[in-house]
């Protein structure tokens, strides 16, 4: 199988929560020191730094994250660079790392993420959030992301039949599978009318219908496959990774049940690797909101468009069925820094594939990463194997 | 030559200055549409987008930067990836888009660099660039960049005996640069006097040592050697890349009369390409404040340790002189859009080494373009050639 040459050797994340003893740079530290010690490398090996972060100039007052993580780590002078794409922003240092790898230039470099998210008040928090849309014809006009969100789930509905009780499923599995992980946020036993009942949002979007606001840093240290084998037993090969974008306003899209950005990268990762999706064993989705899921488990392939809803109420994607998604608790459950998760996406199939995923250790042989920007204006995809 | 195996074939900037009418987007399409018709590329060839941009968030309520450039200039559903290292995005926007190229996915990527800083009060734009430094211990105490560039100024007068009179020459020369080029911000014909009689901003740094806020935009469509063959008669190499990090806070370094990440950039270009600084015909270096221009034309060593102010008292960076430095204008009279910057700098290069410069044109094969964020904390280098 063709694969991108670059390898995962070890991986670290903080708890994602309420951190309110430790700022950014604490997390951030946190989590690159375990990913470091997992790996076996030494900072000196290391030849460059990527961190997605989405807004930190807005949420702590401050830019410039990638000298500040090499700053923190003691790895200057090494290269660091912070990308961004909104809540896609680690999925992208995950990209960028690896292309940086291939590029020629570095053989060992860490990607990380990081966002400090409770130091602003909530409203604060909802606004800067905002941002990922388009603050022209969206956010400036009073969308906030539930209200973008229950657009698509009520054109899903409309066009599919699909229902509350099949997103409130969603979240009830998501944070089921948070009971069994310690680094989550919310291990909650949920029913199904516990979802109905909580407050709306943005109908047809119930506060357990959408993840929460959290505190959190995860790191991933990447290898060249040659190198990779001098640190790690088990490296997890990246086998492909792609990206894409579409616009930032839902209004300018031909189809609001479907990311045409999910569609584009997950194409390209299948055509990379000659996987289908039915190859997957095991997925970590962008589930900001219960809806999001059940859009990306058609997008990406695994159920067909439509049929969504109804395969999660089947149960058909709880750990060891069909496919395993969400093993983490997805953002829904596990939390959602948005800097951070796509790196922790990749961290959670980090652990499944190695079979070191403990208590909620799901049988796999590839693991699918899928991390949304926004609304669907960026999507970032990566496909991982043993 | 060892090179990037990457060229540059079409740019394209704004004017730099205060665009009450034009929002973020709209510059940032303005430069990218110069480009793609200065390089003859169809949109549809375009592979990937880079955009360099510092604070959108808190200067106009935007994130997802690289997405909004894809969206506005009909590129979906191309990857489009938003980097940011403060001042020094737009120079590493350059940097990964080139490493995309190295890496194989793409054929043909454009660069951009934007800031539209005009839409905040003066103050908020200031508390803005406060976060290119240590948040929670430089500008929460209070420092501003011109406090911490004014330490910089100081130990340099202390330890070389640098003169006021001689950082006020570098702003006589660029603001006479700047009046050759129509894209410039400030064209002023100065006096030293002009400059030392200059309201204090913080000493001994006046207002006329400091470069201004500056709405704008840049960019530049690069191909891969082969492929830039069939689209252009006139290609400029990249012939090498590099970026270093330090640490944020200036009180964390062991000399501040010089910019680590600077030097280790530095040393990375000039080994790559076996060039030594004389060989260097033309620059244009990061001159936010005045001293900052001596500094780095020390740092990169065209000429010696604290003979940079004297260098320019001599005129030895004018236009055809030594090394002709800042023929833009640079950042102090050109203007300073912090995320545009670094590319802007790749645009004048351009011109330059093709012949278009006009009026500013000079002798030149090589160019080297310095990108600094913060206070030093990233510094990116580029050595272009025909």
């Given at each position: ?50 961190g997605g972060s989405m807004s930190p100039g807005r949420l702590i007052g401050q830019e410039h994250i990638g000298a500040l ?265 596990c939390g959602h820094p948005v800097g951070a998760t796509g790196i922790k996406q990749a961290v959670e199939l980090t652990w499944q594939l190695r079979g070191d995923a403990g208590k909620r250790q799901v049988k796999c042989q590839y693991g699918l ?18």
């Open positions: 199988m063709k694969t991108t040459g670059v390898s995962i050797i070890g991986v670290g994340m903080t708890k994602f929560g309420e951190h309110w003893s430790k700022g950014l740079r604490d997390l951030m530290a946190e989590a690159g020191v375990k990913a470091i010690l997992d790996s076996g490398v030494d900072g000196p090996d290391i030849d460059a730094i990527y993580i090499a700053d923190q780590s003691g790895l200057n002078p090494i290269p660091a660079t912070r990308v961004e794409a909104a809540c896609a922003s680690g999925g992208l240092a995950l990209r960028e790392a690896t292309l940086s790898i291939m590029s020629g230039q570095n053989d060992i470099v860490i990607a990380g993420g990081v966002e400090k998210m409770m130091d602003v008040q909530t409203p604060q928090a909802i606004t800067t959030l905002g941002g990922a849309a388009d603050m022209e014809w969206e956010t400036s006009f009073g969308a906030t992301f539930p209200s973008l969100y229950a657009l698509i789930a009520r054109r899903h509905m409309y066009e599919f039949g699909t229902t509350e009780e099949q997103m409130a499923a969603v979240a009830v599995k998501n944070h089921r599978n948070a009971c069994l992980n310690e680094f989550s946020q919310y291990c909650m036993n949920l029913t199904v009318e516990d979802v109905m009942n909580s407050g709306v949002v943005a109908e047809p979007l119930k506060l357990l219908d959408c993840s929460p606001l959290t505190d959190g840093a995860a790191a991933v240290i990447l290898a060249k496959d040659d190198v990779a084998k001098k640190y790690c037993d088990t490296p997890i090969k990246i086998l492909a990774g792609a990206q894409a974008s579409d616009t930032l306003a839902l209004h300018d899209r031909e189809d609001l049940s479907r990311l045409r950005a999910t569609t584009h990268a997950a194409n390209a990762v299948y055509k990379d690797t000659g996987l289908s999706p039915s190859d997957i064993d095991i997925a970590e989705v962008h589930d900001c909101f219960t809806i999001a899921e059940i859009v990306a488990i058609e997008d990406l392939g695994f159920f067909k468009k439509g049929e969504g809803g109804k395969a999660t109420e089947d149960g058909l994607t709880q750990r060891n069925s069909q496919i395993s998604v969400n093993t983490s608790g997805g953002l829904k459950a990463a899928h991390n949304v920007g926004g609304s669907g204006a960026t999507a970032v995809v990566h496909i991982l194997g043993r």
